[in-house]
């Protein structure tokens, strides 16, 4: 990620919550600019109010602990969440789907909401995640390198092209210059770590934080995540952004600053993600 896209970034999040700070169309007003989001309850007026995150299925376990957080320092809010495949929830909001924050997987897929004039102002990166291979436990294929997940008689799951977990896939098989031929495509990471916690597949490829999501309940690990050399050909930066169509746009704001903030970093980090 190059630096003039964060400065600009963090410009656009001051800006947004600025622009609020000066008077929505319901004259409804939140926590002072100073210190962060998190941290800061809104004086709002005290009334049910929801504000609707549309969210990769990647961030569901930190974004749930963030969103829990959230509530708390802003009495009478409610966040409700709708985790996917990035390219189905921002096709979702092009149908019409009403949210106020919309976060994806990488870059590409955000910049088809900002073409379709779906989100205010400009994104922020605020994570970054990178590929792992996963296999069951006890590892029946013995698959140890990423061109062993080329090799013929190898149940391979990997995302679908169109979603940023495939496209990253597509990215470190030419890194590798392997042709994997997967025996599915699914439209979520969680799919295909689904597949292969259940025997399905031998192994597939999810982020970093997907395995260490499946392995945290403290019991013993479920899956194994191995390393490979090629995945840092494809890291993927995830951005954040209140929507257009926001019912509050200060509230959305504050989420947005919410998942950058001290606090939401510290969540993210303990998940696995990286900075963007």
Do not use: W
Not at 107 to 112: N, S
Not at 172 to 180: L, N, R, S
């Amino acid at each position: 990620m190059n630096i003039s896209y964060a400065v600009r970034s963090s410009i656009a999040v001051a800006g947004l919550l600025l622009m609020a700070g000066c008077g929505g169309d319901d004259g409804r007003t939140g926590a002072n600019g100073t210190g962060s989001a998190a941290a800061q309850p809104s004086s709002a007026p005290a009334g049910s109010r929801t504000l609707t995150v549309f969210a990769a299925a990647s961030l569901q376990k930190s974004f749930e602990q963030i969103g829990e957080d959230f509530e708390v320092s802003h009495p009478g809010v409610t966040v409700r969440f709708s985790f996917g495949g990035s390219s189905g929830l921002v096709a979702q909001l092009s149908d019409g789907a009403p949210a106020d924050v919309l976060a994806t997987a990488n870059e590409p897929t955000m910049d088809k909401a900002v073409a379709e004039d779906l989100v205010a102002g400009e994104p922020t990166p605020f994570v970054s995640n990178t590929l792992q291979i996963v296999v069951p436990r006890d590892n029946p294929a013995r698959i140890r390198s990423f061109a062993d997940l080329a090799e013929s008689g190898a149940k391979v799951v990997l995302c679908a092209p169109a979603v940023p977990c495939g496209a990253a896939a597509v990215a470190v098989e030419k890194a590798g210059g392997i042709d994997i031929k997967p025996v599915s495509e699914e439209q979520a990471v969680t799919d295909v770590l689904g597949k292969v916690r259940s025997g399905e597949a031998d192994a597939g490829l999810v982020y970093v934080t997907d395995v260490r999501a499946a392995n945290s309940s403290g019991a013993s690990a479920e899956v194994t995540g191995l390393d490979f050399p090629e995945a840092e050909s494809a890291v993927n930066v995830y951005p954040i952004a209140a929507l257009r169509g926001a019912t509050d746009a200060r509230l959305a704001g504050e989420f947005v600053a919410a998942t950058t903030s001290v606090e939401g970093q510290k969540v993210l980090r303990a998940a696995g993600f990286a900075a963007p």
